[in-house]
Structure formats: structure tokens, C-alpha cells
């Protein structure tokens, strides 16, 4: 039955769809130089937490932009992975005293390899240059100025306090309260007036040796005391946790290498893992772990960093003789986890420092 007419005058009045206002009109070439992010949105990102003495943060933000990779590119000399999280970190800090560690993509990609050194090829590399009889007998390695595997030793960035002040003043970062001494002038003195400075100059040094000696005793040193795995492994409540990736790379498709730190901290203790996995297929398997221990209580800190190494014939070997088919190959060579597992370790330190008062 269809509906009556309206009554009384009324004139039915229809919905009018919103009025949309234009989107904002932005300049891409605007995009490559933009601030981003924030201080406030660094902020925002990052978590952190108390435990005892010790402050943990971790960052996790999207990969980061045009321009500041440039600057990045610029700032460690070489060509960034594909995938770059140069906002990511994680740190521990001990509040008392200002010490830290913390990992972040930045210094590692600064300590990756910047010669021609002990570079890789690709598994193809000798049939490439077999082919070119005449350039063959002048190509040694893949050309590129760097280790295009990104094949870190990076230990993490540790923050002592009293050396990191006098490291500023020796890169001419400011030394006076109005930063006179970044410049160099030549004036003419009287005798009295360089007696002066020669003392002041002996008063600066002599406090610069001693805050030097105060920031020895929060330097790692070499040690014995492993970290005590079996108390790793009880199941204590996980009062924080987080994964972060700080870069990676395929490799122009041929392989992978990939850097992320994970965590997790209990009431007495915390476990701090930095791990680089790199596999070029067909040529080598590499695995650098660095292990940051942290005992609440006692305030002590120890570093192990492990690097394990074999050729790809060799781990592939390995896993076909564990009973893995071809497809199941394929997916092991994907896991950091099960590949540790079977690499031999080619070099291990292990140190520690005491921040206790």
C-alpha cells in the first residue's frame, strides 16, 4: 500500500549529502625533508619500564622515510638495507650512575664493513666472471665499496658516564660554558696571564684524568661468570617484553639479513638478546648474537656475543641428515632459531661490569 501524501502543507524535505571540504594540499618533495617523527610522537612510541635500579625502553616505529635514510646514508658512508627502522632502539639504562646500552640501527649499520675486505659473492659470481675472460682476472669480489650482507659485529652503544663527557670535549663539542674552546685564536699574552692558563689547563686536566679513572670501573671487562642459563629457564612472571627489527634486507633476492633486539625482564633479572641472521644462499650462514644479562639486585651487567658461521652445503647438510625433506629445508633456512642451533661458533667473549654504589 503506498504511503499518503503529505498533509497540511508540509513539503517533505530530503537528506542533502555532506559537504566535504578538499583534502590538504601537500608537496611530496616536502615529504623527503619533513621532521618526522615528532619529538611527541617519539615519545609516544616508546615504552618503558622500572625494575629495581635499572630503566628498560624499547621504541617500535614504521620504516623510516626518504630523507632522513638520506641523512643516514650520508651520516654512516654507505647504502642502508632495504627495509630501515632508524627510529627503533632498545636500551637499559642504571638511573644512579647514567650508564646505558642500547641498540639501535644507526651504529649498527656504522660498524657493518666499509672496504673491500673480506667481501662476499654471490653464489653466481664465478660463472659471471668466468664468462668475461677478459675483466675476469681483475674481479676479485662483488663490486661494492662495503659488505652489502650487512654483516654487523655491532655489541651494542654503552654509555659510561664521565668517559662519554670527556670523549665531547676531545671532538671539540663545547668544553667552556660559552663554548670558547671550539675556537681556535692566536693573541697575544703577557707572562702572568699564560701562567694563568697553564695552570687552568693543568686544573682541566687533572680533572679530566680523574673523571676518565671514574668511568674505567663502568667499562666491561672480561670475566668468567657466564650467564646462569638455569635460572633463564625457570618460569618466572614476565613483568615487560618486546621484539623490535632494526633493519633488513633480502639481498637482492639472495638471502636474507635481518637485525632485531628482544627481551624479556623478570623480577630479579632480565635477558636482553641483539641478533644478526644472515644467509646468502649458497654461500654462507652467519649468526652474531649479543646477550645483554641484567641481575637486578647485585646491579651487575654481562655482555656475551657469540658469532657462528658455516658454509650454506654445510647447514643444508646438516638439516637433510636431521630427516627434513627439500620443503622443509626451505622453510628451516627461514629460522634464525633452528639454524643457531647448528652453526659451530667461530668467536665468544664474555664481560661484565659492576654499577653497584
Not at 664465478?126 to 662495503?146: D, H, L, M, N, Y
Not at 625457570?234 to 634486507?249: A, G, N, Q
Request: proline share 7%; hydrophobic share 40%; glycine share 6%.
Amino acid at each position: 500500500m503506498a504511503a499518503p501524501p503529505p498533509s497540511g502543507g508540509q513539503q517533505q524535505q530530503q537528506r542533502q549529502p555532506p559537504q566535504l571540504s578538499p583534502p590538504p594540499r601537500t608537496n611530496p618533495a616536502d615529504w623527503m625533508d619533513e621532521p618526522w617523527p615528532s619529538p611527541e610522537r617519539l615519545a609516544a612510541a616508546t615504552s618503558t619500564h622500572r625494575q629495581g635500579a635499572f630503566t628498560i625502553s624499547s621504541r617500535k616505529l614504521p620504516i623510516s622515510k626518504a630523507g632522513p635514510i638520506e641523512a643516514l646514508e650520508r651520516d654512516v658512508g654507505i647504502p642502508v638495507p632495504e627495509m630501515i627502522f632508524g627510529d627503533n632502539l632498545v636500551g637499559v639504562a642504571h638511573a644512579p650512575t647514567g650508564w646505558r646500552v642500547e641498540f639501535n640501527a644507526r651504529d649498527a649499520l656504522d660498524a657493518v664493513g666499509k672496504t673491500g675486505d673480506n667481501m662476499l659473492r654471490v653464489a653466481y659470481a664465478g660463472a659471471w666472471s668466468a664468462s668475461r675472460e677478459q675483466t675476469s682476472a681483475g674481479i676479485r669480489e662483488v663490486v661494492r665499496p662495503f659488505d652489502w650482507s650487512y654483516s654487523t659485529a655491532y655489541k651494542g652503544t654503552v654509555s659510561v658516564p664521565g668517559a662519554a663527557a670527556t670523549a665531547g670535549k676531545e671532538k671539540g663539542e663545547g668544553g667552556g660554558a660559552d663554548g670558547a674552546e671550539d675556537t681556535i685564536t692566536t693573541t697575544t699574552t703577557t707572562a702572568a696571564a699564560a701562567a694563568a692558563a697553564a695552570a687552568a689547563d693543568d686544573d682541566d686536566d687533572a680533572a679530566a684524568e680523574e673523571t676518565e679513572e671514574e668511568g674505567k670501573r663502568f667499562r666491561f671487562a672480561p670475566t668468567r661468570e657466564p650467564i646462569p642459563i638455569e635460572l633463564l629457564k625457570r618460569r618466572d612472571p614476565i613483568r615487560f617484553f618486546d621484539d623490535v627489527v632494526l633493519y633488513e634486507s633480502e639481498l637482492d633476492d639472495n638471502g636474507i639479513s635481518i637485525l632485531s633486539a628482544k627481551f624479556r625482564v623478570h623480577d630479579e633479572r632480565m635477558l636482553l638478546l641483539c641478533r644478526l641472521y644472515m644467509r646468502l644462499d649458497n654461500v654462507v650462514c652467519r649468526i652474531r648474537d649479543t646477550r645483554i644479562y641484567v641481575d637486578f639486585p647485585a646491579e651487575t651487567v654481562t655482555r656475551e656475543y657469540t658469532a657462528k658461521e658455516a658454509s650454506f652445503a654445510d647447514v643444508k647438510q646438516k638439516l637433510l641428515m636431521s630427516g627434513l625433506r627439500p620443503d622443509g629445508i626451505t622453510i628451516a633456512l627461514r629460522d634464525a632459531n633452528r639454524i643457531a642451533e647448528i652453526l659451530p661458533i667461530v668467536e665468544q667473549t664474555l664481560e661484565s661490569v659492576s654499577l653497584a654504589s
